[in-house]
């Protein structure tokens, strides 16, 4: 009896405990659902260069003394709400180095991840009211696209809930970031323009209208040689008969389709175009290259080979309008690519794209003859492809989450929020990987896959722990360790650049490591076989392998003489990455590296002997991951590629010939002209990470001189807008390519990729296959600066871009409309002088309108307009088919 009595008791008080916490977590629940629904969150940049005005950035630990100061505003819409149980949970991509409220504090968790919590000064969040915290960030707040979304509560036992003002996955962020307005310089020496319609109606100045007639049968990218003639063949009625002799099926129907696109139907009585593939007509063996005689009669082509005829094509189909009739005129093109290499790097890492868009990306890489696909399939922040045998790589690495321990998915990053069901999460299947090899494969591109190591590799190693984890539970302890990627006695203390811990970086140490390698080598080469492209180049990456606290803009707080532009952290606590791996410390002892910041070149050379040994001969990786190899000849492929991304005002424009003068192939990447997630223009509402250059807008692509990299220092102007000399004082045997990259930290969407990507990729496409005749060839030791040196034939450069421009908003942007791509449309410069409107745009073709109510009734503009005195005039422009407009601005008089 007394037994049952003592069971009864227990009974009832697990009963009561079990009551307890689900009235706790009820409690806890309705706390995160009124905060989520009641809180209103503003984010406000109050100060960019907060180092000029009282504020010590350097004893705050700011990499070289740079700081912000913002305001957070939590506005409480509702009734009051007095639980300390909660935390907020936001993405910031300035590390936060000061909090100025005593009620909370901010913690750094990992990447951008940061929390804020109540203290114990904490008084509630009083009905309808707002509580400010003011806090000091590292560098500058300079775009409000740097603010990220997606803000949410949660608190113990609670499902996390999305701060409401905050929920977007687009750029329209204004419900919750105030306009940065006047703050969007990022020092005092910052000489940039900011673009209003006034100063871009400046900078479009030189820009005019050419005639249909003008542009008449140019081809973009621009051919080697073509003569026009005076004929035109109509092709609407009649069609096209395609006799392309030599050319495979699949890349015919790729033809076929684009003239079924544009309504031209393939038929057998149809204006004759034959091909043939004949090399032994080409003095130099050139892929690509091709011979096209258009007469009134048919066309010929001339090939060096199948994808000359498939370029030839693309020629034939650029000289052709949408809204026009649908003639071709008479001409006679000689034409080769002038780098091997024309690409495109898409980071799905960061943020994930969707099939269609990578899809469509490629239709247009094809249009514009652009042949090499980067594709950067991993990163700190997610693993986008399925391999088999490591299902963790995707159900963990492909996924952010809130969950703290990791085992279920990454914790989330750039604005993913708590869910699973954003763009920051999601991978690729084999299946769809295959299907887009064989879409690339059909358009003559080759798949470059990317697997980022030994850093950037947090999700693998993540994704990797939870493998281990569970296997251990299983006592299957050998095949735990089989592909474990970290050593368990690294404690190490390192920093990556965005802000990621040691689990950022893969051991190179370990031979578990290589296992790793071999094993996703091996199961991407047989999609790639499987697809019938077989993988000929692999991506190493190897960039940024380093601690950012131990680099130039840090120094150490014991230093008796400190400067005032450095960040003072203790760095007695910091360790290069790897240092206390006892694993990596007996590579030193074997005298196997000379020190620990060799590893990561040492590892791309162990790496280099897996990719050999699975038959493939070619090895690209980004330059700094072999900066401690002594040259091409330390690895164990026939050739190995370099992107190179330094900044040319930073030097870039003298190291590159660096890599080239060791042995390597070297691929023209620099940030400051090619990197296409940076902004289009000096304006804090355009988006895009602003690192290396303020703006890559299509002007100054178009103006980049790949292949002579000094000669930019006469044409364009460095980070801050100013002139900067530069010269190569070795010699320079050529690039081997030109390469856009499409980084997508704060690119969610598949529209946002099309956005950055287009019109922009078209410029970087005429340089990868045209060298104009303004281009100069390297010359050792030539110095260039603007304002200075006059080496340029400024003339030429000018009638080049305008033709260019012309050819892009009158012809171009249509058949980008036609299919559907969501590109960017410039906003028309605009001025008001003496009561009249005048407007212009940098893309003539565009519709241009203006509106003098404030927006509410808009009139097309065709020639200067009288304002009334008081009218809010406002600008922006439409595509050709009407169905789009740009971003609205007003103009001040």
């Known amino acids: 009896m007394k037994k049952l009595k003592t069971a009864i008791l227990a009974t009832s008080i697990a009963s009561l405990l079990s009551i307890g916490v689900t009235q706790s977590a009820y409690a806890n629940q309705k706390t995160v659902d009124l905060m989520s629904a009641q809180l209103n969150v503003k984010y406000t940049v109050n100060d960019n260069q907060a180092n000029d005005h009282g504020i010590n950035c350097a004893a705050l630990g700011a990499d070289w003394a740079a700081c912000n100061k913002v305001t957070i505003s939590l506005t409480n819409k509702g009734s009051a709400i007095n639980d300390k149980d909660w935390a907020i949970y936001f993405s910031s991509i300035r590390m936060i180095l000061s909090v100025d ?30 509580i400010e915290i003011p806090m000091i960030g590292e560098y500058w707040i300079l775009s409000e696209s740097d603010i990220m979304p997606r803000w949410y509560v949660t608190s113990t036992n609670a499902t996390p809930k999305i701060i ?29 323009i900011l673009m209003t319609p006034v100063n871009r109606f400046q900078y479009n100045a030189d820009i005019e209208n050419l005639s249909a007639e003008t542009l008449r049968g140019q081809i973009l990218p621009t051919p080697s040689k073509i003569s026009i003639g005076n004929e035109d063949i109509t092709l609407d009625s009649q069609g096209v008969n395609l006799v392309l002799n030599g050319l495979n099926q699949d890349s015919l129907a790729v033809i076929q389709t684009e003239f079924k696109a544009l309504n031209i139907p393939i038929t057998q009585q149809g204006f004759k175009i034959q091909a043939t ?9 050139q892929a690509g290259a091709y011979q096209l005689v258009i007469n009134k009669d048919k066309a010929t082509i001339t090939a060096y080979d199948e994808t000359g005829i498939f370029y030839a094509i693309q020629s034939i189909l650029s000289t052709i309008y949408v809204d026009h009739s649908h003639t071709i005129p008479t001409l006679n093109v000689i034409d080769s690519p002038r780098f091997e290499y024309r690409g495109v790097m898409l980071d799905i890492g960061r943020n994930f794209k969707s099939k269609q868009a990578i899809l469509r990306l490629l239709d247009q890489m094809a249009k514009y003859k652009m042949n090499k696909f980067h594709f950067h ?37 750039l604005g993913s929020g708590p869910d699973s069901n954003t763009s920051g999460s999601g991978y690729l299947s084999r299946q769809d990987y295959i299907e887009i090899i064989k879409y690339a494969k059909a358009r003559f591109i080759e798949v470059i896959p990317e697997i980022d190591m030994p850093a950037h590799a947090r999700a693998a190693i993540v994704s990797m722990e939870a493998r281990y984890n569970r296997l251990m539970k299983e006592g299957k302890e050998q095949q735990a360790n089989e592909f474990r990627l970290v050593d368990p006695t690294d404690t190490s203390n390192t920093t990556t650049v965005q802000f ?20 996703i080598i091996d199961e991407i080469a047989s999609m790639h076989i499987e697809a019938g492209q077989p993988l000929t180049t692999w991506h190493f990456g190897g960039d940024e392998a380093k601690n950012i606290h131990l ?65 493939i001969d070619h090895m690209q990786a980004w330059q700094d991951g072999m900066k401690h190899a002594d040259s091409a000849k330390s690895f164990a492929v026939d050739k190995v590629t370099v992107n190179f991304w330094d900044t040319l005002y930073w030097g870039g424009a003298d190291s590159v010939n660096e890599w080239a003068n060791k042995g390597y192939q070297v691929i023209i990447s620099n940030p400051d002209y090619v990197y296409l997630d940076m902004p289009y223009e000096v304006n804090p509402k355009e988006s895009g990470y602003y690192w290396a250059t303020r703006y890559n807008d299509e002007r100054k692509i178009f103006t980049f001189a790949p292949d002579n990299l000094p000669q930019n220092a006469e044409t364009s102007l460095d980070r801050d807008g100013n002139p900067f000399t530069a010269k190569g004082t070795l010699n320079w045997s050529g690039a081997y390519g030109l390469s856009a990259q499409i980084w997508t930290e704060d690119i969610r969407s598949d529209n946002k990729m099309e956005y950055m990507a287009f019109p922009r990729l078209l410029a970087v496409a005429e340089r990868a296959w045209h060298q104009a005749d303004w281009e100069l060839s390297y010359q050792k030791d030539r110095e260039f600066i603007q304002g200075k040196t006059q080496y340029v034939d400024q003339q030429k450069l000018r009638q080049d871009w305008v033709r260019f421009a012309n050819l892009v908003g009158q012809r171009e942007l249509a058949k980008l409309d036609l299919m559907g791509i969501d590109y960017r449309l410039p906003i028309p410069g605009a001025k008001i002088e003496n009561n009249q409107l005048n407007a212009n745009i940098v893309f003539p073709g565009l519709i241009i309108e203006y509106s003098t109510d404030n927006g509410k009734n808009w009139h097309r503009y065709t020639d200067p307009v009288t304002i009334k005195k008081g009218d809010v005039v406002s600008v922006r422009s439409l595509s050709a088919d009407r169905k789009r407009i740009s971003r609205i601005e007003q103009v001040n008089e």
């Open 101 to 130: 409220n005593d009620q909370f504090k901010i913690t750094h968790l990992t990447g951008d991840l940061h929390k804020i919590e109540p203290t114990d000064k904490f008084v509630g969040f009083p009905a309808k009211s707002t």
């Open 164 to 192: 409401a003002n905050t929920n977007t996955d687009s750029d329209n962020l204004s419900a919750f970031v105030s306009p940065i307005n006047q703050h969007w310089k990022r020092t005092a020496d910052d000489h940039n």
């Open 277 to 285: 593939i004949e090399p032994q007509q080409f003095s130099q063996k």
């Open 377 to 413: 399939l991993s990163d700190d922040e997610g693993w986008r492809i399925e391999i088999p045998g490591l299902p963790e790589l995707t159900e963990i690495g492909s996924k952010r989450c809130h969950d703290l321990t990791e085992q279920t998915c990454l914790l989330p990053q």
């Open 500 to 519: 990621y811990n040691r689990l950022s970086y893969l051991n190179p140490c370990l031979d578990s490591s290589k296992r790793f390698v071999n094993k």
């Open 551 to 615: 680099g130039s803009g840090y120094q150490d707080l014991q230093l008796k003489e400190k400067v005032a532009f450095k960040g003072i952290i203790d760095q007695s606590n910091e360790d290069h990455p790897w240092a206390k791996s006892q694993a990596c410390q007996a590579f030193i002892s074997k005298g196997i590296v000379k020190q620990i910041e060799h590893l990561p070149s040492y590892f791309a050379e162990q790496v280099s002997t897996i990719i050999k040994e699975h038959g």
